[in-house]
């Protein structure tokens, strides 16, 4: 598991307060919303951010810019912002 970010950006609102993060081994994405004492509302993000396994997700870090936009580091070396569709 990689440990990603709470989305604070405004590019996607229906992901504020989310926390990201990715799973190396099986090529996805998760995120869910952190009570105070457990996680909840857990999703998978997969499919919306690589419609068609269109490339090998494989995250190997994430990143925050300064606006709280998020951005995904591949096992193949490139670096992907997150987007709204």
Do not use: H, M, Q
């Amino acid at each position: 598991v990689i440990g990603g970010y709470v989305y604070r950006g405004k590019a996607i609102p229906c992901l504020r307060g989310r926390y990201i993060y990715g799973d190396y081994n099986i090529d996805a994405i998760y995120s869910f919303v952190w009570n105070g004492t457990s996680a909840t509302s857990k999703v998978t993000l997969t499919d919306d951010l690589n419609p068609g396994a269109s490339i090998a997700l494989s995250p190997t870090t994430f990143g925050e810019d300064a606006d709280g936009e998020l951005y995904i580091g591949l096992g193949s070396g490139r670096v992907y912002r997150i987007d709204a569709e």
